[in-house]
């Protein structure tokens, strides 16, 4: 994870809240706020949510998520998104009752890096290649 947040923490774009009670951490949040091809203005997007065990159903989700969506908020987020597995029922009953709708499916596959020149940005590909 430390390695992870050293890219992170320097990025405008992300956020991460944490939750302690006392000195202890017992939740984090993580937020990425970006443009999209889908719409014209900024939208936000929890990348990660995690309550301890022993905080779980303490209101320290709602919380994280409530300082999330008030960081949105000042940012002019104008939607948020998330995704979370099919098999998180419980998540998905939060989610919900946070106001949250499910809007589709998420795809997702693994690709090997290629270790060769990166391409550009932005390219066009043809679709008569196979």
Request: net charge positive; proline share 2%.
């Amino acid at each position: 994870m430390s390695a992870r947040l050293k890219s992170i923490l320097p990025d405008a774009r992300y956020n991460t809240f944490v939750a302690r009670i006392g000195k202890e951490l017992c939740g984090m949040i993580g937020t990425l706020t970006h443009m999209s091809h889908e719409h014209n203005d900024l939208s936000g997007k929890i990348v990660a949510l995690v309550v301890s065990k022993k905080q779980r159903r303490s209101g320290v989700g709602r919380t994280l998520v409530a300082a999330a969506e008030k960081d949105f908020a000042t940012r002019n987020v104008t939607r948020v998104t998330l995704t979370t597995r099919f098999e998180r029922d419980e998540a998905h009953q939060f989610y919900g009752a946070l106001g949250y709708s499910r809007t589709g499916f998420r795809f997702a596959k693994n690709l090997a890096p290629v270790l060769e020149e990166r391409p550009a940005k932005s390219s066009v590909a043809d679709a008569d290649e196979e």
